[in-house]
């Protein structure tokens, strides 16, 4: 049995049980990811008219997702500082209960109104598991073993979304849409249970003050923001009055947020953080590979759905290679980066995903299914190669105290990306689909039949044999639009390609692992 290192801080008996503790925190953190990789599956079944589904529209379902991720992005950080203060393991508990009681309350949403309401009562929940399940892990592996456990949590990332879209698939197979939030009720249970008997609790000596000016600034920003995107695409039209003046108050009442955190004696946020390039750019390239993923998840399940045939379980099946390689690769990629460095992993792993979503623009209604496979699975193995390293530079960047303001920290960019992406990818599909699909439409035509092609194929369908003639133009409209967004989605990831090749260090020659950490959470060149 190994022992703790003598200059560890960390108790024995907590030394012990740490990979136990670190099953039941990737247990935690198996439901938040959990959530949307189900939604991911379920979205063609919601926007499906009653009693299948709720009749959502594509803006409506963007809310449904970014409900959720606005709330978890607008509260991670405030999240991570009350774990500070009041102790991790309370925080997790607490989240957790609240977490499954909105999954309940979805669950029994009787319209998309009441589901995105809930959504953002399960965000709330989630804000405060997330930040709390890597801030645990930093307080109870040492500095040597963080880097492979902080790999085998994000393995556990690449799981629940292998997981989530299977188990999504089988329960809309034979049950209603809303087992796929009821279904995260007794992962909760067990997971409460689990964490009072194995989790320790830990808390920050000196935890900064909560921030509410800088949180109100933030959450009222990003969703005047987000809200502007899809408003723009669900019009087809970005120059309309109401969009840009949305979109212009959003960016001005976050960049208000900006100029209070670097006045602020207890940011939310602090802003000093940012002056370290390496830091900075580990940060700001994790928001861009999640705004690239959640945009193409979002239009691959109307793809595979919708375009190809395959039911929700078949789809869920279909996105497995993307799970699995993350899942394999991930616990491994500290050893890649070991052999050559950081900047040139993470840089191939960014061109890798940029190459894999470009790829989508080859796709057709006819492209062998092996060919999504493919570039399923090579997106997975270059996410594995960007998220590990960078987690890795973020959660040592600061002191082990300050453990929850990191995790915070780096999750909100991965949900403020995830968000932005399904708001601006989205909207690019919207206006895209609509430019491609007006001209079949039949004089007459509600604007909102051209808004999605499940909005379309539905006014098709109320048309009767009419409305036949309608499919074969709204696929293809459709494979145009997803080609255009695809490839938006591509110039976003070689951004970030570039921001890792020039500001992330490459490998110190003769350096140990350990000075190599050292060196590049300290170096701002």
Same mark, same amino acid.
């Given at each position: 049995?190994?022992?703790?290192?003598?200059?560890?801080?960390?108790?024995?008996?907590?030394?012990?049980?740490? %990979?136990?503790?670190?099953?039941?925190? =990737?247990?935690?953190?198996?439901?938040?990811?959990?959530?949307?990789?189900?939604?991911?599956?379920?979205?063609?079944?919601?926007?499906?008219?009653?009693?299948?589904?709720?009749?959502?529209?594509?803006?409506?379902?963007?809310?449904?997702?970014?409900?959720?991720? &606005?709330?978890?992005?607008?509260?991670?950080?405030?999240?991570?500082?009350?774990?500070?203060?009041?102790?991790?393991?309370?925080?997790?508990?607490?989240?957790?209960?609240?977490?499954?009681?909105?999954?309940?309350?979805? /669950?029994?949403?009787?319209?998309?109104?009441?589901?995105? !309401?809930?959504?953002?009562?399960?965000?709330?929940?989630?804000?405060?598991?997330?930040?709390?399940?890597?801030?645990?892990? =930093?307080?109870?592996?040492?500095?040597?073993?963080?880097?492979?456990?902080?790999?085998?949590?994000?393995?556990?990332?690449?799981?629940?979304?292998?997981?989530?879209?299977?188990?999504?698939?089988?329960?809309?197979?034979?049950?209603? %849409?809303?087992?796929?939030?009821?279904?995260?009720?007794?992962?909760?249970? &067990?997971?409460?249970?689990?964490?009072?008997?194995?989790?320790?609790?830990?808390?920050?000596?000196?935890?900064?003050?909560?921030?509410?000016?800088?949180?109100?600034?933030?959450?009222?920003?990003?969703?005047?923001?987000?809200?502007?995107?899809?408003?723009?695409?669900?019009?087809?039209?970005?120059?309309?009055?109401?969009?840009?003046?949305?979109?212009?108050?959003? &960016?001005?009442?976050?960049?208000?947020?900006?100029?209070?955190?670097?006045?602020?004696?207890?940011?939310?946020?602090?802003?000093?953080?940012?002056?370290?390039?390496?830091?900075?750019?580990?940060?700001?390239?994790?928001?861009?590979?999640?705004?690239?993923?959640?945009?193409?998840?979002?239009?691959?399940?109307?793809?595979?759905?919708?375009?190809?045939?395959?039911?929700?379980?078949?789809?869920?099946?279909?996105?497995?290679?993307?799970?699995?390689?993350?899942?394999?690769? /991930?616990?491994?990629?500290?050893?890649?980066?070991?052999?050559?460095?950081?900047?040139?992993?993470?840089?191939?792993?960014?061109?890798?995903?940029?190459?894999?979503?470009?790829?989508?623009?080859?796709?057709?209604?006819?492209?062998?299914?092996?060919?999504?496979?493919?570039?399923?699975?090579?997106?997975?193995?270059?996410?594995?190669?960007?998220?590990?390293?960078?987690?890795?530079?973020?959660?040592?960047?600061?002191?082990?105290?300050?453990?929850?303001? /990191?995790? !915070?920290?780096?999750?909100?960019?991965?949900?403020?990306?995830?968000?932005?992406?399904?708001?601006?990818?989205?909207?690019?599909?919207?206006?895209?689909?609509?430019?491609?699909?007006?001209?079949?439409?039949?004089?007459?035509?509600?604007?909102?039949? /051209?808004?999605?092609?499940?909005?379309?194929?539905?006014?098709?369908?109320?048309?009767?044999?009419?409305?036949?003639?309608?499919?074969?133009?709204?696929?293809?409209?459709?494979?145009?639009?997803?080609?255009?967004?695809?490839?938006?989605?591509?110039?976003?990831?070689?951004?970030?390609?570039?921001?890792?090749?020039?500001? &992330?260090?490459?490998?110190?020659?003769?350096?140990?692992?350990?000075?190599?950490?050292?060196?590049?959470?300290?170096?701002?060149?």
């Amino acid at each position: 049995m190994t022992s703790a290192a003598p200059e560890s801080r960390i108790p024995e008996a907590v030394h012990r049980r740490r %990979w136990a503790i670190l099953g039941v925190l =990737m247990l935690s953190l198996l439901i938040v990811v959990l959530d949307n990789s189900i939604l991911n599956v379920a979205i063609k079944t919601i926007s499906t008219p009653a009693p299948t589904g709720l009749g959502a529209t594509q803006s409506e379902l963007e809310w449904a997702i970014n409900a959720y991720t &606005l709330v978890f992005a607008g509260l991670l950080f405030s999240a991570g500082l009350l774990g500070d203060r009041l102790g991790r393991k309370k925080v997790l508990l607490g989240g957790l209960v609240v977490f499954g009681l909105g999954s309940a309350l979805a /669950a029994g949403s009787g319209s998309p109104a009441e589901l995105i !309401a809930f959504r953002a009562v399960m965000g709330l929940g989630a804000a405060f598991v997330m930040p709390a399940t890597l801030a645990v892990l =930093m307080n109870v592996f040492d500095r040597e073993e963080q880097p492979k456990a902080i790999g085998v949590w994000a393995g556990g990332v690449g799981l629940a979304i292998a997981v989530g879209p299977i188990t999504g698939g089988v329960l809309l197979d034979h049950f209603w %849409w809303g087992s796929v939030f009821l279904v995260n009720v007794p992962i909760v249970v &067990l997971a409460l249970g689990l964490m009072l008997w194995l989790v320790p609790d830990s808390r920050d000596p000196n935890p900064g003050r909560i921030d509410p000016v800088g949180v109100l600034l933030s959450v009222v920003g990003l969703v005047l923001l987000v809200y502007g995107i899809i408003r723009g695409g669900q019009l087809a039209d970005f120059t309309d009055v109401t969009v840009l003046g949305t979109i212009a108050a959003g &960016l001005a009442v976050l960049a208000a947020f900006v100029v209070v955190e670097k006045r602020s004696d207890h940011p939310s946020i602090d802003m000093s953080f940012f002056r370290n390039k390496v830091f900075s750019a580990a940060i700001g390239v994790i928001g861009l590979v999640f705004f690239a993923l959640m945009g193409v998840t979002f239009f691959s399940v109307f793809y595979t759905q919708t375009v190809r045939g395959y039911s929700p379980l078949q789809t869920g099946l279909l996105m497995l290679p993307l799970a699995l390689a993350q899942l394999v690769f /991930a616990p491994r990629a500290r050893l890649v980066v070991d052999r050559f460095g950081n900047s040139a992993v993470c840089t191939a792993g960014m061109l890798l995903i940029a190459g894999m979503l470009a790829a989508f623009a080859v796709l057709d209604a006819d492209t062998p299914i092996w060919v999504l496979e493919v570039v399923f699975f090579l997106m997975g193995v270059g996410m594995a190669h960007v998220m590990t390293p960078l987690s890795v530079v973020i959660m040592q960047a600061l002191p082990r105290e300050k453990a929850g303001s /990191a995790s !915070a920290l780096s999750n909100t960019f991965r949900q403020v990306g995830g968000a932005l992406g399904i708001a601006v990818l989205g909207s690019v599909l919207s206006t895209a689909y609509r430019s491609g699909i007006e001209g079949e439409l039949p004089p007459g035509a509600p604007h909102a039949a /051209a808004e999605s092609i499940e909005a379309t194929l539905g006014f098709a369908a109320r048309l009767g044999d009419r409305g036949a003639a309608l499919v074969g133009p709204a696929h293809d409209a459709f494979l145009h639009a997803m080609h255009v967004t695809a490839l938006c989605g591509a110039a976003v990831a070689v951004l970030g390609a570039v921001a890792m090749a020039v500001f &992330l260090p490459g490998r110190p020659k003769g350096a140990q692992p350990d000075e190599k950490e050292a060196e590049l959470v300290t170096q701002d060149r």
